[in-house]
């Protein structure tokens, strides 16, 4: 069987993650976003939802609806409620993310800046648009899996290189990647070599605006040999204009989580 050629719905990122999709009895809908591509089908009391692996990395998100799915998907079928409507929503990954700059930094002694980097998010599909009724989520890129700290007290994350950049504006807008606000303070007597920070997604709220996705924003004191400080701003970052909430934490934030950065940070530049 050929693949079907819909007719296409180009969205703006918001458009996409405030649209909420009616279903008839049988219909199928296409959804492409970022490297996420996805086909549901509404089937009497059940929800089929095939992913299908692709590299083909599309900066405006695509929705349409089309006669037939390609052959050879490997179909999951939801048995949930009576909604008949579907909205598709962005969250961040189920681990923190390691995060690489494409270049090191090195911060001298009393010196800081602000940074804003990607962070890589997944597209969770929801009926009838709530969070109760998730369904499945999907990564919106590859990621490779890392550990960081030592070897009894790390935690394996998600692996991921980012540019540091000065301003939002410097970076291309892409409908799965987060603006992450980063800032970086060096309060020691020796220069940092900063090679790598620990963005906690499961412990942070993200934002939509009309062109970002923004996570909480992240302020780091570098203080070694003493304890370092990692702080997760709970406001609304500011520079992305009129921002709607679009995710919760997964997990709330606590004392062990700061602590655990805190250790961590010491030794930041032997990562």
Same mark, same amino acid.
Not at 234 to 249: M, R, Y
């Given at each position: 069987? =050929?693949?079907?050629?819909?007719?296409?719905?180009?969205?703006?990122?918001?458009?996409?993650?405030?649209?909420?999709?009616? @279903?008839?009895e049988g219909e199928c809908r296409l959804w492409h976003v970022g490297s996420a591509r @996805?086909?549901?089908?509404? &089937?009497?009391?059940?929800?089929?939802?095939? @992913?299908?692996?692709?590299?083909?990395?599309?900066?405006?998100?695509?929705?349409?609806? &089309?006669?037939?799915?390609?052959?050879?998907?490997?179909?999951?079928?939801? /048995?949930?409620?009576?909604s008949s409507k579907i909205a598709v929503h962005p969250v961040l990954p189920d681990r923190?993310? #390691?995060? =690489?700059?494409?270049?090191? /930094?090195?911060?001298?002694?009393?010196?800081?800046?602000?940074?804003? *980097?990607? &962070?890589? &998010?997944?597209?969770?599909?929801?009926?009838?648009?709530?969070?109760?009724?998730?369904?499945?989520?999907?990564?919106?890129?590859?990621?490779?899996?890392?550990? @960081?700290?030592?070897?009894?007290?790390?935690?394996?994350?998600?692996?991921?290189? +980012?540019?540091?950049? $000065?301003?939002?504006?410097? $970076?291309?807008?892409?409908?799965?990647?987060?603006?992450?606000?980063?800032? *970086?303070? %060096?309060?020691?007597?020796?220069?940092?070599?900063?090679?790598?920070?620990?963005?906690?997604?499961?412990?942070?709220?993200?934002?939509?605006?009309?062109?970002?996705?923004?996570? %909480?924003? #992240?302020?780091?004191?570098?203080?070694?040999?003493?304890?370092?400080? *990692?702080?997760? $701003?709970?406001?609304?970052?500011?520079?992305?204009?009129?921002?709607?909430?679009? +995710?919760?934490?997964?997990?709330?934030? %606590?004392? %062990? #989580?700061?602590? =655990?950065?805190?250790?961590?940070?010491?030794?930041?530049?032997?990562?």
């Amino acid at each position: 069987m =050929k693949r079907d050629e819909p007719v296409v719905d180009e969205l703006i990122p918001r458009e996409l993650w405030e649209q909420v999709t009616s @279903f008839a009895e049988g219909e199928c809908r296409l959804w492409h976003v970022g490297s996420a591509r @996805f086909w549901i089908r509404r &089937v009497a009391d059940e929800w089929l939802i095939a @992913f299908e692996e692709t590299k083909d990395y599309l900066t405006v998100p695509i929705a349409a609806q &089309v006669r037939e799915a390609p052959e050879g998907l490997q179909w999951n079928r939801y /048995v949930a409620g009576k909604s008949s409507k579907i909205a598709v929503h962005p969250v961040l990954p189920d681990r923190p993310i #390691v995060i =690489k700059p494409s270049s090191p /930094v090195k911060i001298l002694p009393a010196k800081g800046s602000q940074y804003y *980097i990607h &962070v890589p &998010v997944w597209v969770a599909i929801l009926e009838g648009g709530t969070k109760q009724g998730l369904l499945a989520e999907r990564p919106g890129s590859f990621l490779s899996s890392t550990w @960081f700290g030592d070897p009894v007290d790390g935690e394996l994350c998600y692996s991921f290189t +980012s540019d540091l950049y $000065r301003s939002p504006e410097e $970076r291309e807008d892409l409908p799965l990647m987060a603006v992450c606000p980063l800032k *970086i303070r %060096n309060g020691s007597s020796s220069t940092l070599d900063f090679q790598r920070i620990c963005v906690r997604g499961p412990h942070l709220d993200l934002y939509t605006g009309v062109r970002h996705l923004c996570p %909480n924003a #992240v302020e780091l004191v570098y203080r070694a040999p003493a304890p370092s400080q *990692i702080t997760y $701003r709970e406001s609304v970052p500011s520079f992305a204009g009129d921002l709607k909430h679009a +995710s919760s934490p997964r997990i709330p934030p %606590n004392r %062990n #989580v700061i602590k =655990k950065s805190f250790e961590y940070i010491r030794s930041l530049s032997l990562y």
